[in-house]
DNA sequence: CACTTGACCTGTCCGC
DNA sequence: TGCGGACAGGTCAAGT
């Protein structure tokens, strides 16, 4: 067993984080078998998996928003979406880390109910796609098709690169002016990867209400929230994302972002800033977590000419 | 076109 | 103890 990568919401952060490990263990193997019990988890008919994946050489591992894109050596791709529950998990029988690894006691205890697919490589190595709820999917896909899916037609831009400059963040919220300013940044379309915990961390630092319509944001507080976007992923990356509580990564360490998130799942806490008693609301559908002292409703004021 | 709501799933938690 | 219902959140389809 040498490996175990998982994160219970998956955004940015986490999907990075399982983007590394997926490139350090996958790259130059090849897949010899492949086992899926649910066509929405894994939708390709067995004679493209026969003809494009059996024997195919995995060469790279990208990820474009929460996408993941494994890049195979006969210009077809295996597309990945972990939505909410989805996890992929590396196991090797080789020890790399000794005895006594936190990853030691998975051994054997995969597939469990939560796999829907199994991809097996020449070296009996084996990739797990665990999915609780089924809202996952993998698919085998040709290289030049991906650009045509309309997920990557209309997706904004990466936060962590440098086609997030302030003047497009500003113009794609701009489409966005009668919403909330929360359900504008969970729109991938205006920037790609955020998710509910980090557009929660990341209005907290900009000290915006998630409810705020996104015309009523000052042209200052938007700069900052250009940067808080950056910056919670960031920190958030550095922890390996954001876990759930019994897994830890190939490292045998956790995703650590949630002990020090600011706001999210700290309803009831001390704000990190000012110490007042965080509130959870409701806000663009989503359990939202703010600080009602730092984050205050505004609306702009009309210009007096 | 902009915006909101419901559907997709299953496991967990809370109140009765 | 069992049971119903709310909740968890990424994305898309369908509704206003």
């Excluded at 175990?4 to 490139?23: A, K």
């Excluded at 890049?71 to 005895?99: E, P």
């Excluded at 997706?155 to 440098?162: D, R």
């Amino acid at each position: 067993m040498s490996g175990w990568y998982n994160s219970s919401m998956p955004e940015l952060p986490e999907v990075e984080t399982i983007r590394r490990g997926l490139e350090s263990h996958l790259i130059g193997r090849k897949f010899a078998g492949i086992k899926s019990d649910n066509p929405k988890s894994f939708p390709n008919d067995e004679k493209l998996v026969g003809e494009y994946l059996i024997g195919a050489t995995v060469q790279s591992v990208n990820r474009r928003a929460k996408i993941l894109i494994i890049g195979l050596d006969n210009g077809y791709s295996l597309l990945a979406h972990l939505k909410m529950t989805g996890q992929l998990v590396f196991v090797s029988l080789k020890k790399r880390f000794g005895g006594g690894h936190p990853t030691d006691s998975l051994i054997g205890k995969l597939p469990d109910r939560s796999t829907r697919v199994t991809f097996e490589f020449g070296d009996a190595s084996k990739l797990y796609f665990n999915d609780q709820r089924k809202f996952g999917w993998i698919r085998l896909i040709k290289n030049q098709d991906i650009p045509k899916l309309e997920f990557f037609q209309k997706v904004g831009p990466e936060p962590l690169e440098a086609d997030f400059d302030f003047t497009t963040f500003k113009k794609h919220l701009s489409r966005r002016a009668n919403t909330s300013i929360k359900a504008a940044i969970l729109d991938q379309s205006v920037v790609a990867g955020v998710g509910n915990i980090y557009a929660d961390e990341s209005l907290h630092i900009a000290r915006i209400h998630p409810a705020t319509l996104v015309k009523d944001v000052s042209a200052m507080k938007l700069k900052r929230l250009h940067e808080a976007i950056q910056q919670s992923l960031t920190l958030s990356l550095t922890y390996g994302g954001s876990t759930d509580r019994n897994y830890v990564d190939v490292e045998g360490k956790r995703g650590n972002y949630l002990k020090f998130a600011r706001v999210f799942r700290r309803q009831g806490l001390s704000c990190p800033d000012c110490g007042t008693i965080i509130k959870k609301i409701k806000v663009a559908g989503r359990g939202t977590h703010y600080c009602p002292r730092c984050q205050r409703q505004t609306k702009k004021r009309d210009k007096i000419t």
